[in-house]
């Protein structure tokens, strides 16, 4: 595979000062092919904003196909997939996902990160939170249960009789069980009077332990703290921020009462005296890449936010927080990113694309296009398939009409062989057309 830069780009394979380079990209994956060119080459980190949430995923795994298996896949900043003033809380999992990027991005020396813009737009734990709320347990350590109980409650874990999902603990007489924040795997830990004797992971269907583990990191269970100090705060900042009786208010009852209300995230300001944005979690270094509409889908989620507020106007027991206390405004993350390098995609010209290779259906010849492509074309050809089902499928089909690809487990596998045509599995969804 090609690893170099284009030379107008070079600059960023160094710690080069803030600016925006602006580039044109090819159609299909050509964005994500750059992106991939510039981890590996550039040796910094470098954060891809899409213009819609729909398109995180996608990016993330074209760049994972042209870094192929000697490179880590991007991490993926997740959104919490709902709409602003939602009055019902993310899912567990996503919850743990984020909190886990959060706490490595800090570190983050190289590789990729992808994040929509409406997500960059929201307003988040101040960075100290993970390492106030975080805990260590070692095998051997002495530990008071019931602290330890009122210590992951306080740091948003649910007390549950089964531990499934993240964010979940239980305590049997000396054992404990617990499924931490961006974990794979959720712990059992068994204590000999108040000593830990032993941690292993455990399968949450069977219940079966089976790895042992000296020490385990509990990140929080949730983006804020539920503690008495954090709910005192939310009191207050309620009062303050929302003008209303916090006291007879149906969120902070809840709270107080030990009941974690559904869509409570959408007040996540009121539990802190400041919050933070994704940019104080970045690395100093980092490249920025988005695309010259971003501006524009940053203003139109602005335009939703506002819209969903004015509809929660009435919500007695939910009232909608001011939406600059929730969200940046699409001119405070634009002025965010002059403190960063940074490459602006142009727009592909209208009418310009990939060669036309669908099958039709209709066709006593369904691969027709196909065929003649790959007769016609002097260079070599790749076909990616998104499952080992349908590769199984795409081959069945292109052998009755005489074509045998060989199989290849990654592009860069395939760029080193002397194959022609070849096929392999990617969750890859738009074509590349590489015309050296």
Partial sequence: MIRTLPQELEPLCTNS???????????????????????????????????SVTQVQPLADAIAFFNGSDQP?????????????????????????????LHRLRAMKSGALVVAIPTLLQKLPPVDYLDRYSLWLD??????????????????????????????????????DLFPM???????????????????????????????????HLLPGREFPVNDASITRFFNNFQT?????????????????GRIPAG????????????????DYLPANAVLAYSDDCYQHAEDF?????????????????????????????NEVFNGFKNYSAIKFGKVPAGVGLPDVRADAHHPQPIQRLRGFINEHPGRTLLVAESNGRREALLS???????????????????ASESNLGVTVSALIEGYYDPK
């Avoid at 059992?188 to 219940?207: C, K, M, N, V, Y």
């Avoid at 045998?404 to 760029?415: E, K, R, V, Y």
């Fill in 397 to 415: 089909t292109l052998r009755g009409s005489g074509l045998t690809p060989t199989f290849h487990p990654d592009l860069a596998n395939f760029l």
């Fill in 241 to 257: 921020h929302l003008e209303a009786n916090a006291g007879q208010s149906f969120l902070y009852r809840e709270l107080k009462a």
């Fill in 182 to 216: 961006g974990s794979e795997t959720p712990f059992r830990i068994e204590l000999f009077d108040d000593q830990i004797e032993s941690i292993r992971t455990f399968d949450p269907e069977s219940q079966r332990s089976i790895e042992s583990l000296e020490q385990i």
């Fill in 73 to 101: 896949a991007p991490m993926v900043f997740h959104d919490w997939e709902m709409l602003p003033y939602d009055q019902f809380s993310p899912d567990q999992e996503l919850i743990s996902e984020r909190l886990s990027v």
């Fill in 139 to 176: 095998s051997g350590q002495t530990v008071d249960l019931d602290n330890f109980r009122n210590r992951l409650q306080q740091a948003g874990y649910t007390f549950v009789n089964q531990v499934i999902a993240h964010g979940d603990f239980t305590i049997r007489g000396g054992m404990l």
């Fill in 17 to 51: 000062p803030p600016g925006i380079h602006t580039w044109q990209p090819e159609p299909g994956a050509d964005k994500a092919r750059l992106l991939s060119q510039l981890t590996v080459a550039g040796n910094r980190p470098v954060i891809a904003i899409t213009d």
């Fill in 302 to 330: 602005w335009d939703l936010i506002h819209e969903r507020r004015s509809h929660r106007q009435v919500d007695i027991d939910h009232p909608p927080l001011p939406a600059g206390l929730l969200y940046q405004q699409a």
């Fill in 264 to 279: 409570i995230e959408f007040y996540l300001p009121l539990f802190f005296n400041q919050t933070a944005t994704l940019f």
